[in-house]
């Protein structure tokens, strides 16, 4: 049987993500009851969340989430891990038995420092989260049989084969307490289904669930592997996580102007531009970052330190709403996932392609 | 009149349920809907749905001369190649409303996704109609073949648009009709403004217009036949030379 990363998958699924923007923390209850109204969106062959803010008393370290085929590739990816990082701590992740969960990998949680002296140094533009990603990015090349599937600060994924609703009891969510959660049921039509391949994707802090496929995917998996990317999964939603990593951490773009670069105006929407410095920035922005435009059906929420962000392709191939209530914000697939556990919001509307719904913690701008 | 409480119940129980009870009892409430599919799908003439809550995609899919009543909003795919019958929806709808239409009419209170009315189309007595009192997204009418839709674009604010872009792409048959006159860059090739407004069209727009207030329960005192611009395909069968050359 062919394992992912040796197939490529056409995709639709479910997503939803709820946001509390003043940073109060719960547990995860709703989000699985959201997305679990979803249950028909997606097949049993992936289902994951992504958590912020769970772990406050590790919040300095990297929270890596790893996968292991069998205890040989633990033994080489440890080495690897003392090698290159002080740990904190080290623990299998907490799941209790769920019928429908089955064929399930050794799942380990390490918080760890980047070893500063001798590994990261200023003078090679290398920072300890720089230099964190990398050796993320090793292990999943060169370790075959390991994946780390989470690797930000003070949050974490959750994820593998089977529904979501399972996926979340098997994770125990309902005893981790985040202000920000994302979750996808997955519906691959071809896959063979494997742990790593179920959303979110993940890299450092950044976590995407995706609804759709990635036409450009290629194009874009050629310009990130230019910076140092490595996609070992051949799915498209791994790609757009890496570009909003290169976009806002490695080159610095405010976050709005990288959704415009994955989510360009058509040219001709651009010449209509009455300001002249905003067509010319428009302009640059298609020029320099051409191959970071994704192209093909999406909805996406992207989730980061700063907040929750949802987004379309430009012309709405895949569904998309959002709600607010009080400090919350919400965004899903259907409507009634929001509603669910949602009564009577302030405000429920239908983001148009390409423009973003963007929630961040307070205090945070845009 | 029966009543089911939907809560929890899982949407081919509930369309089972649905089924069963028009034997006895062709009028029914259902309460607390939150996305179940294909709610009405296939129903005949004599039932009548009334929904509240927010029923989930593809709501008539197939629908036979039923009459539903939404009390919510609606998601994606409703009256999915209905056949005959009436959908009334006390709020917004989404994306790829009256997709492939063939007959009946649906009237929505707000605003609507996009894609509205794709590749609707007429056959003979059969004349789907879409009737919108708020503002569309993208792709309005896009492959349209047949049938009519009208735009009202009520209590739109300032910044807000009618219509998006890429309105009547594709489009082969039926008529748009729009409260006002957006510019031209918003609609595709396929489809030209029609100079040609005739009686017949102020009859159509008036009655379905006056059902929609009646229904809705507004005034709409300042709206205006003669703002209405008609749109029509530039041509009935734009692809019939793609595949040969006479």
Same mark, same amino acid.
């Given at each position: 049987?062919?394992?992912?990363?040796?197939?490529?998958?056409?995709?639709?699924?479910?997503?939803?993500?709820?946001?509390?923007?003043?940073?109060?923390?719960?547990?995860?209850?709703?989000?699985?009851?959201?997305?679990?109204?979803?249950?028909?969106?997606?097949?049993?062959?992936?289902?994951?969340?992504?958590?912020?803010? #769970?772990?406050?008393?590790?919040?300095?370290?990297?929270?890596?989430? #790893?996968?292991?085929?069998?205890?040989?590739?633990?033994?080489?990816?440890?080495?690897? #891990?003392?090698?290159?990082?002080?740990?904190?701590?080290?623990?299998?992740?907490?799941?209790?038995?769920?019928?429908?969960?089955?064929?399930?990998?050794?799942?380990?949680?390490?918080?760890?420092?980047?070893?500063?002296?001798?590994?990261?140094?200023?003078?090679?533009?290398?920072?300890?989260?720089?230099?964190?990603?990398?050796?993320? #990015?090793?292990?999943?090349?060169?370790?075959?049989?390991?994946?780390?599937?989470?690797?930000?600060?003070?949050?974490?994924?959750?994820?593998?084969?089977?529904?979501?609703?399972?996926?979340?009891?098997?994770?125990?969510?309902?005893?981790?307490?985040?202000?920000?959660?994302?979750?996808?049921?997955?519906?691959?039509?071809?896959?063979?289904?494997?742990?790593?391949?179920?959303?979110?994707?993940?890299?450092?802090?950044?976590?995407?669930?995706?609804?759709?496929?990635?036409?450009?995917?290629?194009?874009?998996?050629?310009?990130?592997?230019?910076?140092?990317?490595?996609?070992?999964?051949?799915?498209?939603?791994?790609?757009?996580?890496?570009?909003?990593?290169?976009?806002?951490?490695?080159?610095?773009?405010?976050?709005?102007?990288?959704?415009?670069?994955?989510?360009?105006?058509?040219?001709?929407?651009?010449?209509?531009?009455?300001?002249?410095?905003?067509?010319?920035?428009?302009?640059?922005?298609?020029?320099?970052?051409?191959?970071?435009?994704?192209?093909?059906?999406?909805?996406?929420?992207?989730?980061?330190?700063?907040?929750?962000?949802?987004?379309?392709?430009?012309?709405?191939?895949?569904?998309?709403?959002?709600?607010?209530?009080?400090?919350?914000?919400?965004?899903?697939?259907?409507?009634?996932?929001?509603?669910?556990?949602?009564?009577?919001?302030?405000?429920?509307?239908?983001?148009?392609?390409?423009?973003?719904?963007?929630?961040?913690?307070?205090?945070?701008?845009? | *009149?029966?009543?089911?409480?939907?809560?929890?119940?899982?949407?081919?129980?509930?369309?089972?349920?649905?089924?069963?009870?028009?034997?006895?009892?062709?009028?029914?409430?259902?309460?607390?809907?939150?996305?179940?599919?294909?709610?009405?799908?296939?129903?005949?003439?004599?039932?009548?749905?009334?929904?509240?809550?927010?029923?989930?995609?593809? *709501?008539?899919?197939?629908?036979?001369?039923?009459?539903?009543?939404?009390?919510?909003?609606?998601?994606?795919?409703?009256?999915?190649?209905?056949?005959?019958?009436?959908?009334?929806?006390?709020?917004?709808?989404?994306?790829?409303?009256?997709?492939?239409?063939?007959?009946?009419?649906?009237?929505?209170?707000?605003?609507?996704?996009?894609?509205?009315?794709?590749? *609707?189309?007429?056959?003979?007595?059969?004349?789907?109609?879409?009737?919108?009192?708020?503002?569309?997204?993208?792709?309005?009418?896009?492959?349209?073949?047949?049938?009519?839709?009208?735009?009202?674009?009520?209590?739109?604010?300032?910044?807000?648009?009618?219509?998006?872009?890429?309105?009547?792409?594709?489009?082969?048959?039926?008529?748009?009709?729009?409260?006002?006159?957006?510019?031209?860059?918003?609609?595709?090739?396929?489809?030209?403004?029609?100079?040609?407004?005739?009686?017949?069209?102020?009859?159509?727009?008036?009655?379905?217009?006056?059902?929609?207030?009646?229904?809705?329960?507004?005034?709409?005192?300042?709206?205006?036949?003669?703002?209405?611009?008609?749109?029509?395909?530039?041509?009935?069968?734009?692809?019939?030379?793609?595949?040969?050359?006479?």
């Amino acid at each position: 049987m062919l394992r992912e990363g040796e197939l490529r998958i056409p995709s639709g699924c479910s997503i939803s993500g709820i946001i509390d923007k003043k940073g109060k923390k719960f547990n995860g209850e709703e989000i699985i009851k959201s997305i679990t109204l979803m249950h028909d969106r997606s097949n049993g062959l992936g289902g994951g969340f992504a958590a912020y803010g #769970i772990y406050p008393n590790y919040k300095d370290f990297y929270a890596l989430h #790893i996968f292991y085929e069998n205890l040989s590739v633990k033994t080489q990816t440890d080495d690897f #891990i003392k090698k290159h990082f002080d740990i904190e701590k080290v623990e299998n992740i907490p799941t209790r038995s769920v019928p429908n969960i089955v064929n399930i990998p050794l799942i380990w949680r390490y918080f760890v420092r980047p070893r500063t002296q001798t590994c990261v140094s200023k003078e090679n533009f290398i920072d300890e989260a720089e230099f964190t990603s990398r050796c993320i #990015i090793k292990i999943n090349t060169n370790c075959k049989g390991a994946y780390v599937f989470s690797s930000g600060k003070n949050m974490g994924t959750f994820k593998g084969v089977g529904y979501p609703e399972d996926i979340g009891k098997f994770f125990m969510l309902d005893t981790y307490e985040a202000h920000m959660w994302t979750a996808h049921g997955r519906f691959p039509t071809n896959t063979p289904g494997w742990w790593g391949g179920a959303h979110p994707f993940t890299i450092l802090n950044w976590s995407v669930v995706h609804n759709g496929e990635i036409s450009s995917y290629d194009t874009n998996r050629r310009f990130v592997e230019m910076y140092g990317y490595k996609c070992t999964l051949k799915t498209d939603t791994e790609v757009i996580t890496y570009l909003f990593d290169m976009l806002v951490r490695k080159h610095n773009l405010p976050i709005e102007k990288a959704i415009k670069v994955v989510s360009a105006p058509f040219w001709d929407d651009i010449e209509r531009e009455k300001s002249e410095e905003v067509k010319n920035e428009l302009r640059s922005i298609r020029a320099v970052y051409a191959n970071a435009l994704i192209n093909g059906p999406f909805s996406i929420i992207l989730g980061c330190e700063r907040g929750m962000i949802a987004l379309n392709d430009r012309i709405k191939l895949r569904p998309l709403v959002a709600a607010e209530k009080n400090n919350r914000t919400y965004v899903a697939s259907e409507e009634s996932a929001i509603r669910v556990i949602c009564n009577n919001p302030e405000k429920v509307w239908a983001p148009k392609g390409g423009e973003p719904v963007i929630a961040l913690l307070e205090g945070e701008q845009e | *009149m029966k009543t089911i409480d939907a809560l929890n119940v899982y949407y081919r129980d509930l369309n089972s349920l649905i089924d069963n009870s028009i034997e006895t009892d062709s009028d029914i409430t259902l309460k607390n809907i939150f996305g179940q599919r294909y709610i009405g799908r296939g129903l005949p003439k004599k039932a009548k749905l009334k929904i509240y809550g927010t029923p989930g995609n593809d *709501m008539a899919a197939y629908m036979d001369g039923a009459e539903i009543e939404v009390f919510g909003n609606a998601q994606d795919a409703i009256g999915n190649t209905m056949n005959y019958g009436r959908i009334v929806i006390h709020g917004n709808c989404g994306d790829t409303l009256g997709y492939a239409m063939r007959g009946g009419e649906i009237y929505v209170e707000g605003d609507v996704g996009y894609r509205v009315g794709i590749h *609707m189309k007429e056959y003979e007595e059969m004349n789907p109609v879409i009737v919108v009192g708020g503002k569309s997204g993208d792709f309005f009418g896009e492959y349209m073949a047949g049938g009519a839709i009208i735009l009202l674009g009520l209590n739109l604010t300032k910044d807000e648009d009618m219509i998006g872009r890429f309105c009547g792409t594709g489009m082969h048959g039926g008529v748009i009709y729009l409260n006002g006159t957006p510019d031209k860059y918003r609609f595709g090739k396929e489809v030209a403004k029609s100079t040609n407004i005739t009686s017949e069209d102020v009859l159509f727009l008036r009655k379905h217009i006056d059902f929609y207030k009646k229904t809705f329960s507004k005034q709409l005192n300042n709206l205006k036949i003669e703002s209405f611009s008609k749109y029509v395909a530039v041509n009935k069968n734009p692809y019939s030379n793609m595949y040969c050359i006479y």
